[in-house]
């Protein structure tokens, strides 16, 4: 009984004692860990995106509250040239064919257009869906207006991905939430960066 | 349907977690002398991988990722693979004594096993639901098995014929593997 | 002192971890594809096989033996629970070519092997030496077979490019065929060196490491207990 009693102090001794200096840590890490993972995995895409600017749009990362939704917020990375807000970008989702796909989405600041959209994270099949993160797919969105934004095939201006008509719609569908979003929080940004 | 079917055949074959993925080389190369040992092996192995991935899986989705405790994923998961087999064995001495008897030497050995850790991760990284988990582990311990019984195959002969001294054990089991994972790459250009 | 330095020694070349005790083979395989990542891999089996091996050892007199095993998963777990989370935030780029192999250190036969067979039975300095000994010869292995593969398969090393002009890389080394082949030659190499010396100094035999589950340290514990 005793070392029954013994056996189960220690393991749990140990366990506690791993388990409060792991918490510590993922909190000492975690503001860390957000910002590289923003730097390897949405940096590339950002910096696709971005009309030229000089300042590092992940540090300037802002979150904002989504007016109308409460609980729901979107973080907005701006590109600032001269101090200027020269466009921002934002993160949406859209159901493709294996999964969400998520799509960074550029803002021109001054006029209402796409500066472009790159693709962060996906589960496409590989050599068909995955084509929309190509360029042939995600050019067609830089210096788009912000209608339109639809396949030619409903009535929009843009060539969904041969043989990938799953993938493109769910490209496009974060785009469109992404319009949607800017729509409601334009003005908030346009204050935030001048 | 299709999409399983792909999946079983690149878990087997394209992706083979041994030869193409590098997990579980341990008893890859320790248990691979005669066949009747490959084959007890590999059957403990699919047995015990299909159980992780399954169990691990609810888990992670019921119990770590609600208590946004998934960075504890590595611990919780080796502790719940370990529990496993020994519940595992405790389960089939008292249930089943014959199938104990064939299985039972292996299973102490599979905790350590990086295939079964690496298979419920993978399972985890790659997102997959509870069907194409179980899918998946089986059709990648089955890829496990025929992997081990082919070397076992191989080494039964190589055992008789005459080696340099210092290619005996490991090094000539490695090269064997080498040779083997370079037939499986002709697979790759099957399923792209 | 003379001790501890041979602790630490010990793991540089008699028991040189995945050349010598056939041990730890996996991750030796998957991520030698360059020096770089074999030198990352590498570290980070040196931070968690030092700290469970002074961590075991100080604990090593409370343990009651039956739960030994479960309690030394339980720290080398969260030793590299500790490195994954280091690794992401000062190292993606290395984490993210790593992939699962940072998990899967818990499993790697070094860690539970040196902790059955030597921090439960030494104080806590001889163990952090054998640790720290096991840990830089299993880190010189890597970087030495990432090195070499990275040589032929990319004509770099450690991302610099070395081979001359017209070199043609040689994809095979860096794909699965060439890291089980690679290994293969060299721990057949190293086998006929200590032949070879141990013929000179006019000894018997070296007898050539042989892969059994017996020479991975978990496997025997397994088959002690069973």
């Not at chain 3, 730890?24 to 590498?42: D, E, F, Q, R, S």
């Not at chain 3, 998963?73 to 690794?87: F, H, K, P, Q, T």
Request: proline share 5%; charged share 15%; glycine share 10%.
């Amino acid at each position: 009984m005793r070392e029954i009693m013994k056996m189960v102090v220690v393991l749990s001794l140990i366990s506690g004692l791993s388990g409060a200096v792991l918490a510590w840590l993922k909190d000492a890490t975690k503001n860390r860990i957000e910002e590289q993972v923003l730097t390897y995995v949405q940096g590339p895409a950002l910096e696709q995106v971005f009309p030229p600017h000089d300042n590092n749009p992940i540090t300037d990362r802002k979150r904002f509250e989504v007016p109308g939704a409460p609980g729901e917020s979107v973080t907005i990375f701006p590109a600032l040239k001269d101090g200027k807000l020269a466009g921002y970008a934002m993160e949406t989702y859209g159901q493709g064919y294996g999964g969400d796909i998520g799509v960074i989405v550029g803002f021109d600041a001054g006029k209402d257009a796409l500066t472009g959209i790159g693709v962060t994270t996906m589960k496409e099949t590989p050599g068909l869906g995955t084509n929309v993160a190509k360029h042939g797919f995600t050019t067609q969105f830089a210096g788009h207006p912000l209608e339109k934004l639809e396949l030619k095939s409903k009535g929009g201006s843009i060539d969904a991905v041969s043989g990938a008509s799953y993938s493109s719609t769910g490209a496009i569908t974060a785009v469109q939430k992404a319009v949607a979003l800017r729509d409601k929080l334009k003005d908030e940004i346009g204050k935030t960066w001048q | 349907m299709t999409e399983y079917f792909l999946l079983i055949i690149s878990a087997i074959f394209v992706n083979n977690i041994l030869l193409a993925q590098y997990l579980g080389n341990c008893p890859f190369l320790g248990c691979s002398r005669n066949i009747g040992t490959a084959a007890g092996m590999g059957a403990a192995v699919v047995f015990v991988v299909v159980m992780a991935s399954g169990f691990t899986w609810a888990i992670q989705r019921y119990v770590l990722v609600p208590f946004s405790l998934d960075y504890l994923q590595t611990i919780v998961f080796i502790l719940v693979i370990a529990a496993l087999v020994q519940f595992v064995e405790m389960f089939l001495k008292k249930a089943a004594p014959p199938l104990y008897k064939s299985l039972g030497i292996f299973l102490p050995l599979i905790t350590t096993n990086c295939a079964v850790l690496g298979i419920a991760i993978i399972c985890q990284r790659k997102d997959y639901g509870i069907v194409k988990t179980l899918v998946f582990s089986f059709a990648s311990a089955l890829g496990f098995m025929l992997a081990l019984l082919l070397m076992a195959a191989i080494r039964e002969r190589f055992e008789l014929s005459r080696l340099p001294q210092s290619m005996k054990g490991a090094p000539a089991g490695l090269v064997m593997a080498g040779l083997m994972s370079l037939a499986f790459f002709a697979f790759k250009g099957m399923i792209s | 002192m003379s001790t501890l330095w041979k602790e630490f020694s010990k793991g540089l070349w008699n028991e040189l971890p995945p050349f010598r005790l056939v041990l730890g083979l996996c991750p030796t395989l998957a991520v030698t594809k360059t020096a770089n990542n074999g030198l990352g891999m590498g570290l980070a089996v040196i931070f968690v096989l030092t700290l469970s091996n002074m961590l075991i050892s100080m604990v090593r007199k409370i343990i009651p033996a039956k739960v030994r095993i479960a309690c030394f998963i339980v720290i080398a777990a969260s030793l590299v629970v500790a490195v994954e989370l280091l690794m992401q935030a000062y190292a993606y780029p290395l984490y993210q070519q790593l992939g699962i192999f940072v998990p899967l250190i818990v499993v790697n036969c070094i860690i539970l092997g040196r902790a059955e067979a030597f921090a439960s039975r030494n104080p806590v300095l001889p163990s952090i030496a054998d640790g720290l000994g096991m840990g830089v010869g299993y880190t010189a292995s890597l970087t030495f077979l990432g090195a070499l593969r990275e040589l032929f398969g990319y004509g770099t090393v450690f991302g610099a490019p070395v081979m001359w002009g017209s070199f043609k890389p040689f994809s095979f080394m860096i794909e699965a065929p060439g890291a089980f082949v690679c290994l293969g030659v060299l721990l057949a190499g190293m086998n006929f060196f200590s032949a070879w010396q141990a013929r000179r100094k006019g000894g018997p035999d070296a007898v050539p490491a042989v892969s059994d589950c017996g020479s991975c340290g978990m496997c025997d514990m397994a088959r002690k207990r069973g």
